[in-house]
T-cell receptor, first 116, second 116 residues
Framework: AQKITQTQPGMFVQEKEAVTLDCTYD???????LFWYKQPSSGEMIFLIY??????QNATEGRYSLNFQKARKSANLVISASQLGDSAMYFC?????????????FGSGTRLQVQP | DTGVSQDPRHKITKRGQNVTFRCDPI?????LYWYRQTLGQGPEFLTY????????KSRLLSDRFSAERPKGSFSTLEIQRTEQGDSAMYLC??????????????FGPGTRLLVL
């Protein structure tokens, strides 16, 4: 079973509009962390935002916010006021547990294209 | 603040040759991860180190792959007898060990390998 599912292979958004990138996850561990990364065409993975499973509030970092719905096991990334430089691949990732496996499990990504 | 660096950025080799990649983590980070990313997919975990100890290896890491982190600083990933299926982006990430799941991994620019 997929641990991280990103159902949108590609998304388009107009500059200055907001966009939501979907991510659902699957884990039986009560403690986990969810991450979003941006990967421009240059290849480097850039950390955007983090949400812990016990966090009471949705995470925000500048124009990025995470819509965390624990019961639905979803962690959607919201980008407000899109900019041309936001065009990139976006990956959702999860780490499970406090002391177990430390590696991240990634989804297959969503390619976002911001149009002027 | 210097980020994660990787060398070389690109490598073209012939099938059957050995290749070695280097990763220099963020200086105070004690964990170092290797991932592999094929076209259209998210990164997949290969192995990770805490200081100089290799603590986990993925089943993706066949006998032809070996990784070292001899002094707990830089790391090398060697692929022996390369195969065309090894063609991928090899990503290195580093992190500072912390409590719980909010251990953020910071990625380097990757080494893109093409096996002819």
């Amino acid at each position: 079973a997929q641990k991280i599912t990103q159902t949108q292979p590609g998304m388009f958004v107009q500059e200055k509009e907001a966009v939501t990138l979907d991510c659902t996850y699957d884990t039986s561990d009560p403690s986990y962390g969810l991450f979003w990364y941006k990967q421009p065409s240059s290849g480097e993975m850039i950390f955007l935002i983090y949400q812990g499973s016990y966090d009471q509030q949705n995470a925000t970092e500048g124009r990025y916010s995470l819509n965390f719905q624990k019961a639905r096991k979803s962690a959607n990334l919201v980008i407000s006021a899109s900019q041309l430089g936001d065009s990139a691949m976006y990956f959702c990732a999860m780490r499970e547990g406090d002391t177990g496996r430390r590696a991240l499990t990634f989804g297959s990504g969503t390619r976002l294209q911001v149009q002027p | 603040d210097t980020g994660v660096s990787q060398d070389p950025r690109h490598k073209i080799t012939k099938r059957g040759q050995n290749v070695t990649f280097r990763c220099d983590p963020i200086s105070e980070h004690n964990r170092l991860y290797w991932y592999r990313q094929t076209l259209g997919q998210g990164p997949e975990f290969l192995t990770y180190f805490q200081n100089e100890a290799q603590l986990e290896k993925s089943r993706l890491l066949s006998d032809r792959f070996s990784a070292e982190r001899p002094k707990g600083s830089f790391s090398t990933l060697e692929i022996q007898r390369t195969e065309q299926g090894d063609s991928a982006m090899y990503l290195c990430a580093s992190s500072l060990v912390g409590r719980g799941t909010q251990e953020t991994q910071y990625f380097g620019p990757g080494t893109r390998l093409l096996v002819l």
